[in-house]
């Protein structure tokens, strides 16, 4: 499998050679840059809002790196430390800002690089310039290796002075990883094995599905790394490692502290320190890994009823969590390899639009994957073994804008936002999403005749949410467009054909409740009432309805979608257009509701569905140019929206308009948004403030998927 996954990317790699150099654009600097970001658990981030490059007399990169899950409700902080020591008397800083006795000198930071799966730092650390190196693969062509919670950081270091020079390193996390209660008692295993040291922290009272400030209370973290010369482990205070580091160059002069212990008091930290002699340059990077894992990942209610405890997928290859640190950490070599050969081959892609569209797709890839997990179900047969054909991605609503971040499992608006992403990357995934949805909706514990809107209200507890809701035109819309497009990019008819008479269902309820919008219906992102933009969505999602229909040859009822969307989408014409008939009103009937960004237009698009004549494109983006000339941070969604902006919507923007040029302005606001560095805008969100930059909920909303919208047209028949 493993050898198999590695010969593919060969041939991705060299089919992109030539587009290799690629690159996004060098000024990008954003407000947070993710550094350990694979699970709705394991999301570290850091806050560069204002850090100074060449600058020796301020803070460089000496910031304490933050996590998100928690930054926003209680500012809280994921230790990790990252140390140098020179010539035995300058130790200097390259991560977090630790303190240690005798003090430290700061490395000055000359530069961030962002793509897909690498956030690259150069900084100058006296004598030597350093390469640090935040990798969190994102790994397409392997459910493996892309549901191994972790991430590595390298160092790389060569003499800026012409000298060789004494040199050690140093990495250290805190327990604050492992718990959103700060004063919780944890445990830990410091370990030697033959091919790596680490260590393993977890909870002394674990507790399963809970979670604290949106941290998981029933982890383990690790940290490790493969074993080398001259290396040190120890669990020690913060104070004793990283004095003792700045005093000899390693961590293992006296005994270690042992567990359990509080995580704040005496505040033990986890350190691997490894001496590289004497040089003029590193011959190969220095490596940590960093990880969280939970088993099993979600409790899952299925179809039949039953309960399911889910694992991670990688559980169908390694049987312990220490196999998978192990197999992670002497991976590097090939993980490496395989991110830069994707790096490449999104970047390529990207170019094709614009440098700095390359820039975002770079920001917003871990991000959408991060608010993810890929899980496997267990052998009915036997309970020990896993069933590799029962597998389901589920999405975690973190810090977006509509409702805030609030913990719903798999909401399906966010599905449909971050769709592009999962059919550009791999749209075999795109099913897993869906999966879980619409088997909970065909199931007795969902009765209304509509999607619904997620399928439970607290991650990681996937256990049902029957509430009725005024969302059904949005959702059902949402969820026809995106089954049809996962059986198109995938060739793949076994969802659309297992749950055709749920589909169907949506479809009728379409047909009753789209044109004209039955009163109650209200879309997840606008206040105001009489929605063209979720007429539309009805409308495709109708026509959607047909083609999947003509698919599995249910032709009658293919004919019957199909006319109904054709009349409706000629009424929707007649009433959705401004006097002038130049563009699409926000609210049918009223001509104060000047403008809409009419995003839903992207999905016939992306189906070819044809539902809307080509030549409202043209008009559309016409008016688009106007609406971006005038307004310079972003476009508003629609009038009741004013002075607010949405990542993923105007993405999909980008990704209908006719005109290329209006696609590079909307992707020049958002980046323009993104890379405004005065001010902390969060972590890049969804919906930000116009006027300000500042971001509505920021945080590592798994909505920003949306982003890929305009390279998912790819799969466009
Ligand atoms: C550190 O030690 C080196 C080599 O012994 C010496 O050249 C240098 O001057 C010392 N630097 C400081 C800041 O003491
Ligand atoms: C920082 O210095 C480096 C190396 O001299 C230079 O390439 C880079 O442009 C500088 N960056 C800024 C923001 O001034
Ligand atoms: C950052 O480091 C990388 C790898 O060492 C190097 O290729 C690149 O030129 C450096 N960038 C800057 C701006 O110094
Ligand atoms: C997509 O994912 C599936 C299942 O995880 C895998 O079998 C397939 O090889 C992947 N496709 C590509 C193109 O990487
Ligand atoms: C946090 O941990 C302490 C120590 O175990 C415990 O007394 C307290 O109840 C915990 N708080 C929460 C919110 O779980
Ligand atoms: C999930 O369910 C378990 C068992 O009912 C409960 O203890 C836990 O608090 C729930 N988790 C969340 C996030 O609500
Ligand atoms: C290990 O450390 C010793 C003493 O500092 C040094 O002489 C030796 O070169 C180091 N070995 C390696 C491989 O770095
Ligand atoms: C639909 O009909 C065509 C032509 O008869 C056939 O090739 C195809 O296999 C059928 N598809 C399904 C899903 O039954
Ligand atoms: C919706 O539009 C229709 C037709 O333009 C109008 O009759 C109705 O009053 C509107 N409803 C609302 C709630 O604005
Ligand atoms: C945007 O920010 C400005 C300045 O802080 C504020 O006055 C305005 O109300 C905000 N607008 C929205 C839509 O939140
Ligand atoms: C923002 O970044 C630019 C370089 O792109 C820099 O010149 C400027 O000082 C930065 N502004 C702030 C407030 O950090
Ligand atoms: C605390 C510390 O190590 N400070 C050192 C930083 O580097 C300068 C030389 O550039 C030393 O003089 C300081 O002692």
Not at 50 to 66: E, H, K, L, T, Y
Request: proline fraction near 6%; charge should be negative.
């Amino acid at each position: 499998m493993l050898i198999c996954s590695i010969a593919t990317f060969l041939l991705v790699f060299i089919q992109w050679f030539d587009t290799a150099r690629a690159q996004g654009d060098a000024s990008l600097w954003t407000s947070w840059v993710p550094l350990a970001v694979r699970s709705p658990y394991l999301s570290c981030w850091m806050d560069t809002t204002n850090v100074p490059f060449n600058s020796s007399n301020v803070d460089g990169i000496a910031r304490a790196p933050s996590v998100w899950p928690g930054f926003l409700q209680t500012g809280g902080i994921l230790g990790w430390a990252g140390l140098i020591r020179i010539d035995t008397n300058r130790t200097f800083m390259w991560l977090g800002t630790p303190g240690a006795p005798g003090g430290l000198n700061r490395s000055i930071l000359t530069n961030i690089q962002i793509t897909p799966t690498r956030t690259i730092m150069n900084m100058t650390a006296g004598p030597l310039d350093l390469t640090i190196t935040f990798l969190s693969p994102i790994e397409p062509a392997n459910p493996v290796l892309q549901s191994l919670p972790f991430s590595y950081v390298s160092l790389e270091a060569t003499s800026n002075d012409g000298q060789a020079h004494s040199v050690q390193v140093y990495s250290d996390i805190s327990g604050e990883w492992v718990s959103g209660n700060r004063t919780a008692i944890m445990n830990w295993v410091d370990q030697t094995t033959d091919t790596i040291v680490y260590h393993q922290v977890f909870p002394q009272n674990p507790q399963a599905f809970t979670e604290i400030s949106n941290q998981a209370e029933d982890a383990s973290i690790y940290i490790a790394q493969q074993i080398r010369p001259n290396q040190s482990s120890r669990t020690d205070t913060d104070a004793n490692c990283r004095g003792q580091f700045q005093t000899s160059g390693a961590v293992n002069v006296a005994s270690p502290e042992t567990g359990p212990a509080p995580i704040q008091q005496p505040f033990p930290v986890f350190a691997i320190a490894a001496d590289l002699g004497t040089i003029s340059a590193t011959t190969d990077p220095v490596v940590w890994g960093v990880g969280l894992t939970r088993d099993p990942a979600v409790a899952y209610i299925a179809g039949d009823g039953s309960e399911q405890q889910r694992s991670p997928y990688w559980r169908s290859q390694f049987d312990t969590p220490i196999d998978a640190v192990t197999f992670f950490i002497q991976d590097y070599p090939n993980a490496i390899e395989r991110a830069i050969a994707l790096d490449e081959k999104i970047l390529g892609d990207a170019a094709n639009v614009s440098a700095h569209y390359a820039d975002l797709v770079s920001l917003a890839a871990r991000q959408a994957l991060g608010g993810t997990e890929l899980t496997i179900g267990q052998s009915s047969a036997d309970s020990t073994q896993f069933n590799t054909s029962d597998v389901k991605m589920f999405m975690k609503n973190l810090g977006s804008q509509q409702p805030t971040s609030d913990g719903r499992v798999s909401p399906v608006e966010g599905l449909y936002s971050a769709f592009p992403f999962f059919l550009y990357v791999n749209a075999t995934w795109a099913g897993y999403l869906l999966e879980p949805v619409l088997e909970f909706a065909y199931s007795p514990r969902w009765t209304n005749p509509y999607a619904p809107r997620d399928i439970a209200l607290n991650y990681p507890n996937a256990t049902g949410d029957s509430n009725s809701h005024s969302e059904g035109v949005e959702q059902s819309g949402n969820m026809l467009i995106m089954s049809l497009a996962h059986a198109r990019a995938t060739g793949d008819g076994s969802l659309i054909n297992r749950f055709y008479p749920l589909l169907k269902t949506w479809g009728d309820y379409l047909v009753n409740n789209s044109l004209p919008l039955t009163t109650s219906q209200i879309s997840v992102d606008s206040t105001e009432t009489n929605l063209t933009n979720l007429a539309l969505k009805g409308i495709i999602g109708i026509k959607a309805m047909s083609e999947i229909s003509a698919a599995l040859n249910m032709t009658d009822d293919s004919q019957h979608f199909a006319n109904v969307s054709s009349i409706f989408a000629q009424q929707w014409q007649a009433q959705a257009l401004s006097t002038d008939h130049q563009h699409i009103l926000t609210s049918f009937g009223d001509p104060d509701s000047s403008s809409a960004l009419t995003y839903n237009l992207f999905a016939d698009r992306l189906l070819n569905t044809n539902v809307i004549q080509s030549g409202l494109y043209t008009s559309e983006s016409a008016f688009l140019k106007t609406e971006t000339s005038s307004s310079n941070g972003g476009v508003p969604v629609d009038t009741g929206l004013q002075g607010q902006a949405n990542t993923a919507w105007s993405m999909f923007a980008a990704g209908y308009v006719s005109d290329p040029s209006v696609r590079t302005t909307l992707v020049d606001q958002i980046w323009g948004h993104v890379s405004s560095n005065g001010t902390n805008n969060g972590i890049f969100p969804t919906a930000y403030n116009i006027t300000s930059g500042a971001g509505i909920n920021p945080g590592p909303s798994p909505f920003i998927g949306g982003v890929f919208a305009p390279l998912s047209l790819k799969w466009r028949p």
